[in-house]
């Protein structure tokens, strides 16, 4: 492996333009839609320590070996398998870890495609003004009434994969890049607004209080398998898009820091949406457990009731959609770059397949809040049964055995000089996490759920 080798996807132009990129696949609907309703549903401040106890030991330490393994290889995840377990004298079978991770990747955007939808749907409601004066139980109607019709789900889901489509067609560093750029903060200004309206509300003690302090006898062991997969999910991990990304990621760049900085800002995008969001669920009188509807049955209380509140309205479900947009791009590159290095095919032909499979892996998701609301396979709707399979499972599997790779597998002198840490001491610390406590939580947590511990 040379020092010299580039992707032929071209290369991020520079530390600045990954950092965004990483940050934009990592920053989406999982800490704004995703990360308020599961705290909700799994009793709030246990909950988030489990959450964020997974991000600062299993999801750093793997999101560095993940875009360590990307950049070495500089191809797509499969073939990054290959070449890496190739170098390290390693069995060839560890190339299926890309192929699960290519399987997620359809699977997650299927859903995830939906969701974004309803917030592109919430642009126009808010544009209109339907928000406007309108109470909890109006709001409410508002939401139920748009998830119950099978057809303007699709149409949305439709156009949302189109808009997705055709960003990652221009490739890495035109489409990706650009679209990212001026999107994390504005979506930062408009958070902390929204924290700042929650302070006016009666409830803001009693939101916060739910979300940080801790009563573990709320938590179950399947609530603690959530919150590690979703440590997962949040950073987009176990599944090669950041290794995807890591694969245009120039040499010279630390990949330490700038894993910190991304696992970061994350971090603090999911805890000011929970702050923004809680005090009005308490002073709405809303339930916490209210499921995947719970931002779009709480926000729209606050844009209908507060000065500003129609411009707020807008460009915060605007920039919700850009935010979801910079995910979705990271989750179909991975199948686009093996399509395009493997089987010869153009950025348009490998977009237009796979974009076509997961609009139509889509559907399964848009009935299921609809005409088979009732269909339930281990009693879980279609919708619950991708998200727990993909962010419960699939993604700490593969998170599993990237940290097993980079840790067991990659030659210390490789690994040492890919990271190439400020200081032995570092190098140690992610040796021990990625070796041991990474591998060890994810495999007690599974041992856990299943009963045996
Ligand atoms: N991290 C994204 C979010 O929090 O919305 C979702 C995601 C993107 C998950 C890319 C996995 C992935 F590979």
């Not at 995840?77 to 079978?93: Q, Y």
């Not at 850009?322 to 199948?335: C, D, G, K, V």
């Not at 067991?408 to 990271?419: A, D, R, S, V």
Request: proline share 3%; with cysteine; net charge neutral.
């Amino acid at each position: 492996m040379t020092d010299t080798k580039k992707s032929q996807h071209g290369e991020w132009s520079s530390r600045f333009a990954f950092i965004l990129a990483a940050t934009g696949s990592a920053v989406g609907l999982g800490n704004i839609w995703k990360f308020p309703y599961i705290t909700g549903e799994n009793g709030g401040g246990a909950f988030v320590i489990i959450y964020l106890l997974c991000v600062l030991l299993i999801g750093i330490p793997i999101m560095m070996a993940e875009t360590m393994l990307g950049r070495r290889s500089r191809q797509n995840p499969i073939s990054t398998m290959i070449t890496l377990a190739d170098e390290a004298g390693a069995d060839k079978n560890w190339h299926y870890l890309g192929w699960m991770g290519v399987a997620a990747g359809f699977l997650i955007l299927s859903y995830y495609s939906v969701i974004a939808g309803w917030a592109s749907a919430y642009v126009l409601k808010a544009l209109t003004g339907s928000f406007f004066g309108a109470d909890a139980s109006a709001i409410k109607a508002i939401f139920d009434d748009f998830v119950a019709s099978p057809v303007k789900l699709l149409f949305w889901h439709s156009l949302f994969m189109l808009a997705t489509m055709l960003i990652v067609v221009r490739g890495v560093n035109t489409g990706l890049e650009k679209a990212v750029r001026f999107l994390m903060p504005s979506l930062f200004v408009l958070l902390i607004l929204m924290v700042a309206y929650a302070m006016t509300t009666d409830s803001y003690d009693q939101g916060v209080k739910f979300l940080f302090t801790p009563d573990f006898s709320k938590l179950t062991g399947n609530g603690v398998l959530t919150a590690m997969g979703h440590a997962f999910f949040t950073l987009s991990l176990g599944m090669g898009a950041i290794m995807v990304y890591g694969s245009y990621l120039p040499k010279d760049v630390s990949i330490s820091k700038t894993v910190f900085l991304i696992a970061g800002t994350d971090t603090v995008v999911a805890l000011l949406a929970g702050v923004a969001i809680f005090p009005i669920v308490f002073a709405s009188g809303l339930e916490p457990a209210a499921g995947p509807g719970l931002i779009f049955q709480t926000l729209p209380i606050a844009f209908g009731n507060m000065t500003g509140g129609w411009f707020f309205g807008v460009l915060f479900f605007v920039m919700l959609v850009f935010a979801a947009l910079s995910s979705s791009i990271s989750l179909i590159e991975p199948a686009v770059a093996w399509l395009v290095e493997n089987k010869d095919m153009s950025r348009e032909q490998a977009c237009i397949w796979s974009g076509s499979i997961t609009w139509l892996l889509g559907l399964g998701t848009i009935f299921s809040f609809n005409v088979w609301s009732e269909f339930k396979i281990f009693d879980r709707t279609i919708f619950q049964l991708l998200d727990y399979l993909t962010a419960n499972l699939m993604l700490p599997i593969g998170g599993f055995c990237i940290a097993v790779f980079a840790g067991w597998i990659m030659k210390q002198q490789h690994t040492e000089h890919e990271l190439d840490m400020p200081n032995a001491l570092s190098y140690q610390t992610w040796q021990i996490l990625t070796r041991y406590v990474a591998p060890a939580a994810v495999f007690l947590v599974f041992l856990h759920v299943v009963g045996v511990l």
